[in-house]
Nanobody
Framework: VQLQASGGGLVQTGSSLTLSCAATSKRTFSGYAVGWFRQAPGKEREFVAGIHASGRVTSVADSVKGRFTISRDRARNTVSLQMNNLRPDDTAVYYC?????????????????WGQGTQVTVSS
């Protein structure tokens, strides 16, 4: 599967954004856990949120719990990350990722497929 991420942008503190990760090349997310990671300048890539292939189990990092929600739309073959109440420390390049038969709380080392990043910048 190949992944296409979209939805980043420049917003103000307290705003919302929705990132979308789509499977391309006529492939689907069937059997894949899909997640979002982010990497800020000078920092390591970190897990943000993930959703199991079943769609019934999700995991969210403590730093975004209560503000970010991950969901999948099987009909559209996309996984979305709804980000509310954005803060300047959410500024980063966000990457979608997929792991076949993986857990929702995937580690970066277990990711099988990475999408290209999308920049999210939150101004104070």
């Amino acid at each position: 599967v190949q992944l296409q991420a979209s939805g980043g942008g420049l917003v103000q503190t307290g705003s919302s954004l929705t990132l979308s990760c789509a499977a391309t090349s006529k492939r689907t997310f069937s059997g894949y856990a899909v997640g979002w990671f982010r990497q800020a300048p000078g920092k390591e890539r970190e897990f943000v949120a993930g959703i199991h292939a079943s769609g019934r189990v999700t995991s969210v990092a403590d730093s975004v719990k209560g503000r970010f929600t991950i969901s999948r739309d099987r009909a559209r073959n996309t996984v979305s990350l709804q980000m509310n109440n954005l803060r300047p420390d959410d500024t980063a390049v966000y990457y979608c990722a997929a792991t076949f038969n993986g857990a929702s709380n995937m580690g970066a080392q277990s990711v099988g497929v990475w999408g290209q990043g999308t920049q999210v910048t939150v101004s104070s």
